[in-house]
T-cell receptor, first 114, second 111 residues
Framework: TAGITQAPTSQILAAGRSMTLRCTQD?????MYWYRQDLGLGLRLIHY???????GKGEVPDGYSVSRANTDDFPLTLASAVPSQTSVYFC?????????????FGPGTRLTVT | QQQVKQSPQSLIVQKGGISIINCAYENTAFDYFPWYQQFPGKGPALLIA?????SEKKEGRFTISFNKSAKQFSLHIMDSQPGDSATYFCAASSGDYKLSFGAGTTVTVRA
């Protein structure tokens, strides 16, 4: 199975431009998440969705927006990119029902904002 | 401010040695403590996890030790192998399924 796919793999983006990072899962998981990974800071939660139609803010939501129109897709949008958004972005999902909330991660998108 | 503090930032161990990574937390509502393993260019993957009702969990060469009173937990990698070279993240959650991650530890196993 594919699990979680993310696109693009990498991108260089000019400051002020907008961009949408795509995430699709084929596991029919209820919950999905977006993280950014920065050296020395680990993974920080940007936004999450417990089920289709609902979203919530994580630890570092400013400058990002998400939508969850269906179970499988959870796009992350940067409306006006800034250099501090240079990072590696990971999408993850979990079934949200088991006691041990294992999250499955995609391969990541490396974004450079110049 | 990170809710889970992880140390060391990096460590080097000889093949066959023991790698130990420590994590500490303050939020007493945390009730799920996973460890994730990440290889370069890949997303993190769950390695092992524990709940606070047990003090130790072992899976193969990987063991989590949990000290509820000290609010600390650690990962021990026994008989470390070169294939264990990766970055390890501890994490914690409090039933809402959102994970708070530590900063990560890069483990290098020398052959």
């Amino acid at each position: 199975t594919a699990g979680i796919t993310q696109a693009p793999t990498s991108q260089i983006l000019a400051a002020g431009r907008s961009m949408t990072l795509r995430c699709t899962q084929d596991m029919r998981h209820n919950a999905m998440y977006w993280y950014r990974q920065d050296l020395g800071l680990g993974l920080r939660l940007i936004h999450y969705s417990n089920t289709a139609g609902t979203t919530g803010k994580g630890e570092v939501p400013d400058g990002y927006s998400v939508s969850r129109a269906n179970t499988d897709d959870f796009p992350l949008t940067l409306a006006s990119a800034v250099p501090s958004q240079t990072s590696v972005y990971f999408c993850a999902s979990s079934d949200g029902t088991s006691g041990m909330n294992e999250q499955y991660f995609g391969p990541g998108t490396r974004l450079t904002v110049t | 401010q990170q809710q889970v503090k992880q140390s060391p930032q990096s460590l080097i161990v000889q093949k066959g040695g023991i790698s130990i990574i420590n994590c500490a937390y303050e939020n007493t509502a945390f009730d799920y403590f996973p460890w994730y393993q990440q290889f370069p260019g890949k997303g993190p993957a769950l390695l092992i996890a524990i709940r606070p009702d047990v003090s130790e969990k072992k899976e193969g060469r990987f063991t989590i030790s949990f000290n509820k009173s000290a609010k600390q937990f650690s990962l021990h990698i026994m008989d470390s192998q070169p294939g264990d070279s990766a970055t390890y993240f501890c994490a914690a959650s409090s039933g809402d399924y959102k994970l708070s991650f530590g900063a990560g530890t890069t483990v290098t196993v020398r052959a």
